[in-house]
């Protein structure tokens, strides 16, 4: 890993850690980090050649949340993933690329569920999503910069 790589990884864990602290306290993930978290993302994948990759990631993450997100809405009548949410999962796909989203999903996923069973949650209890997809954004981040990925 470069010395760029490096600085570029810390600055994104970062964001990512104020993120995940800024969810837990409040349950809002604020644009005033998610949208240039996209943006950033966005300048990365055109200078490493793929921004229609790092555009069709930003997209189809956004896309993807938006859509859960109004699909639970309309059947239950209340918020079931916001829209943080779907633009932090539009960051990661315009970062690390379209392909890569399932990974992160998946880790996210897995770690909202075991913190959920841990602590005992019901099914109407609120969970802040935002810090376990901050951590599958990081993994999978390190692991496409280790060549992992």
Do not use: C, N
């Not at 950033?40 to 069709?56: C, K």
């Not at 992160?104 to 802040?128: E, K, Q, S, Y």
């Amino acid at each position: 890993m470069s010395l760029a790589d490096m600085a570029l990884s810390l600055a994104l864990a970062g964001v990512l850690a104020a993120l995940a602290i800024v969810d837990l306290r409040q349950k809002r993930l604020p644009d005033a980090l998610t949208l240039p978290l996209i943006a950033a993302g966005l300048v990365f994948a055109w200078a490493e050649g793929r921004l229609a990759d790092g555009l069709i990631g930003a997209a189809l993450g956004y896309g993807v949340f938006w859509l859960i997100g109004e699909l639970h809405f309309r059947r239950h009548g209340t918020e079931g993933l916001g829209l943080g949410d779907a633009k932090l999962f539009a960051a990661a796909g315009a970062w690390l690329g379209w392909a890569a989203l399932p990974f992160v999903l998946l880790i996210a996923a897995m770690g909202g569920l075991g913190a959920a069973a841990l602590r005992g949650t019901g099914r109407g209890t609120a969970l802040a999503f935002g810090p376990w997809l901050a951590l599958g954004f990081a993994v999978v981040w390190v692991a496409t910069r280790l060549g992992l990925f």
